[in-house]
């Protein structure tokens, strides 16, 4: 670090503060590789102090994680810190003192969520609710439910209706899993008819000594459409091994 990109920093901070007092509002703030003597953090403290720190009471959703090579569990540590801010303010912020931080990381980490989803989903599906919600609706290029929209602030329930999520039963799931017809395999492979399809399944048989339309498995289903007729659907997971069959790739088969 450069006194240039201090020079910068300082330059932006208002910024950041602003950006820490969005997630100050829900989640804690830890403040590691700091001293409680650096000016960039007294000036964001200062900022968060203005906003919503009281008079004289503890912020409690500040950590800084001081740390110190001597640091000893049998000796007591001060779990509070007061930080003069100018000459008239203060502000009481909660300490963590370490020699190493590799237990700050484990303990922080305990408080993530089992289940995690892609920060880039979640954008994406933010971006599309709000163009649907100030662009699609008012347009009336979809249709909507003005009720459902309503209910969704007072009720999270609804933003299953709101979003179509629920529960498929055993039709609607044959259909998600094996969307394709032999017909459509071979347009998705660039081909005019199903004949080349067909084609590379006798070839994984002859290599591999397997017949994928001759069992239900993850590449392809029999449906019984009739007293004597079958009707066959083919997974993703075909089309990506026919794939590489198509372009002479190494594959394997599985057919658990």
């Known amino acids: 670090m450069t006194h240039e990109d201090y020079e910068y920093f300082n330059?932006?901070?208002?910024?950041?503060s602003s950006k820490l007092l969005t997630y100050f509002a829900e989640h804690p703030l830890f403040f590691l590789g700091y001293?409680?003597?650096?000016?960039?953090?007294?000036?964001i403290l200062s900022d968060i102090d203005e906003i919503l720190a009281s008079k004289g009471e503890l912020v409690p959703n500040i950590y800084m994680v001081i740390f110190d090579s001597n640091f000893d569990d049998s000796h007591n540590y001060s779990k509070e810190k007061l930080i003069a801010?100018?000459?008239?303010?203060?502000?009481?912020?909660k300490v963590i003192y370490a020699n190493e931080y590799n237990w700050v990381y484990d303990a922080i980490a305990q408080l993530s969520p089992k289940i995690t989803v892609s920060p880039k989903i979640l954008r994406s599906l933010l971006s599309r609710t709000y163009k649907m919600?100030?662009?699609?609706?008012?347009?009336?290029?979809?249709?909507?439910?003005?009720?459902?929209?309503?209910?969704?602030?007072?009720?999270?329930?609804?933003?299953?209706?709101?979003?179509?999520?629920?529960?498929?039963?055993?039709?609607?799931?044959?259909n998600a899993s094996f969307c394709y017809?032999?017909?459509?395999?071979?347009?998705?492979?660039?081909?005019?008819?199903?004949?080349?399809v067909h084609a590379l399944m006798t070839k994984?048989?002859?290599?591999?000594?397997?017949?994928?339309k001759n069992s239900d498995n993850k590449y392809h289903l029999r449906i019984n459409s009739g007293e004597n007729s079958v009707f066959r659907k083919y997974s993703q997971e075909a089309f990506h091994l026919l794939d590489k069959v198509k372009n002479n790739l190494p594959y394997e088969l599985d057919m658990s």
């Open 11 to 16: 330059e932006k901070k208002k910024y950041l």
């Open 35 to 43: 001293s409680l003597n650096d000016q960039n953090i007294i000036n």
């Open 85 to 93: 801010l100018n000459e008239n303010k203060n502000i009481r912020i």
């Open 133 to 174: 919600v100030t662009s699609d609706i008012p347009k009336r290029e979809l249709d909507f439910n003005f009720k459902i929209l309503s209910e969704v602030s007072n009720d999270d329930s609804k933003l299953l209706t709101l979003f179509g999520l629920g529960t498929l039963d055993n039709g609607q799931h044959i």
């Open 181 to 196: 017809t032999m017909t459509q395999l071979a347009e998705k492979l660039g081909y005019e008819r199903w004949h080349p």
């Open 204 to 212: 994984i048989r002859e290599e591999k000594g397997v017949d994928i």
